[in-house]
């Protein structure tokens, strides 16, 4: 077992066991965590199960008045030392982060950074939530508006950023006085349970934030089910999304569900050809591709496919293929060995259609110890093959020529799935007919990434229901309530 504890700064980080009521908690069993990159098992966590997630829910309920009734500044100025932990905690997070879900250290410490952004973001945002004075008809009257925390929140969270994904839901959550309950990837719970650790030091009371470790299918029905929930925020598969929905559906629980996608990265024939090509592998290529909005389908008009074609090529054979904790490697390993299969298989099929491999396309398993698969370049992708319809969650672009807008606007609808989408162009009316023509809750125009604190992250049809980011986080945690009183004039 590799010993990436002792590579931390703060060893009180490395943290194995739940934390409920703020106590750690071991649980009846345990479970490994391993490292993608070489096999290595990383460290042994407790699987607290269907018991320890009833318990986390019920210290949750029991701290929810008490916090829900903590003054705004307060609750601000706790998630500030927060955030503010965090970010002292950067590399030996980034470390945690990279030992257990195989991103690169560089992009490990840059994920902590971005997550942190948003806790500081619900900090602030804390202090602004607030209602609104109504006209009403009836004389002698008053009406308005107040917003209240919707209260306990179950945050079930994905592998791929196992950092983020927690920091984006919570961070919101906590701020305007809702107690939250974490179910974190078996993948990747060591940046949960860091960041519980923190949670404790910034001075979280007891019950406010817990995390459970453990099996999906003991601890999910416990967060979905429990009437003491009142909201279920997952990140994750539409298909677990619509399971998630459906169980919710029995307690009528409200729910934030941030889904799959399939996102189009649309080459207009006026682009900046080399930025459009720099975007896209800097957008397809984080994360080992294994990200939502990672671009799925590259669209290149046919005038200039060609020209970008070698650009891109370039482009991804000179990317470094390696281990995470490595000076220079720019793509590190799927999160396991049955993702690699998965994507070879994506490859395959697309090559026996007549697409044809440019660089990449093979799986370095034997040869590298871990579970890495080959930056890929395909060419004379067509709609019949699976990477089109398929989030590929991998290291590989495939692209598809296209005619006009219009084709275009049709091709990037073609499927359910509308998270984000990427525009390149220099015409400004192109901008805004192929932006409000295409189905999608997020674009990036000329920019190869749409999320940020301040902004709304989240997507249409079966990418997903609410939004994170800026003011729209702090109301998906609140409900909206109207107060009429009557006889003023009285």
């Not at 009521?21 to 490994?32: A, T």
């Not at 990383?42 to 699987?47: C, E, I, K, P, W």
């Not at 991998?394 to 990427?422: C, H, M, Q, S, W």
Request: hydrophobic share 40%; proline share 5%; charged share 25%.
């Amino acid at each position: 077992m590799s010993d990436y504890k002792s590579r931390l700064k703060d060893a009180g980080l490395w943290r194995t066991d739940s934390f409920i009521n703020g106590e750690w908690v071991k649980g009846d069993d345990r479970f490994d965590v391993n490292n993608p990159a070489n096999r290595e098992k990383v460290a042994d966590v407790a699987s607290v199960g269907a018991e320890g997630a009833k318990r986390a829910v019920k210290a949750a309920a029991a701290a929810n008045l008490a916090w829900r009734k903590t003054s705004a500044f307060e609750r601000s100025r706790i998630v500030q030392r927060w955030y503010e932990l965090i970010m002292e905690h950067q590399d030996d997070l980034g470390i945690i982060l990279a030992a257990e879900m195989g991103k690169p250290l560089k992009e490990a410490k840059g994920e902590v950074a971005y997550g942190a952004g948003f806790v500081q973001w619900a900090a602030e945002e804390a202090r602004r939530v607030h209602g609104e004075t109504l006209p009403v008809p009836t004389p002698g009257a008053r009406g308005w508006t107040i917003r209240q925390p919707v209260g306990v929140v179950s945050c079930i969270t994905p592998w791929n950023f196992p950092s983020a994904m927690i920091t984006r839901k919570c961070g919101p959550a906590l701020a305007v006085g809702c107690p939250i309950v974490i179910k974190p990837a078996s993948e990747t719970p060591l940046s949960a349970l860091a960041l519980a650790e923190l949670a404790d030091r910034a001075g979280f009371p007891k019950g406010v934030f817990n995390v459970v470790t453990g099996e999906a299918r003991e601890i999910g029905p416990v967060l979905t089910g429990s009437e003491e929930v009142a909201m279920v925020a997952f990140t994750g598969s539409t298909e677990i999304g619509a399971l998630l929905m459906e169980q919710a559906a029995k307690t009528i629980k409200r729910v934030a569900l941030e889904l799959g996608g399939n996102a189009p990265f649309i080459i207009m024939d006026d682009a900046d050809l080399e930025k459009a090509a720099d975007g896209l592998v800097q957008g397809k290529f984080r994360a080992a591709g294994q990200t939502c909005v990672s671009p799925n389908r590259v669209f290149v008009q046919e005038g200039v496919i060609d020209k970008l074609t070698e650009l891109l090529k370039t482009r991804v054979a000179k990317l470094k293929l390696g281990d995470p904790f490595a000076d220079g490697t720019d793509v590190g390993p799927l999160i396991h060995e049955e993702a690699v299969s998965r994507v070879a298989e994506l490859v395959e099929n697309a090559v026996s259609k007549g697409a044809r491999v440019l660089t990449g396309g093979k799986s370095r398993v034997d040869e590298m110890g871990g579970a890495y698969f080959e930056p890929t370049l395909i060419s004379g992708a067509d709609h019949s093959m699976s990477l089109a319809c398929n989030e590929i969650f991998g290291p590989v672009a495939a692209l598809y020529p296209f005619k006009d807008e219009d084709e275009v606007i049709r091709l990037a609808n073609d499927t359910p799935y509308g998270l984000a989408a990427y525009l390149y162009t220099r015409d400004a009316g192109r901008v805004h007919r192929i932006s409000e023509g295409i189905d999608f809750g997020m674009i990036g125009v000329n920019a190869p990434m749409v999320g940020s604190p301040a902004t709304p992250f989240g997507g249409m049809k079966q990418s997903g229901i609410g939004r994170e980011g800026g003011k729209w986080a702090a109301e998906e945690f609140t409900e909206l309530k109207f107060v009429l009183l009557g006889g003023v004039d009285q």
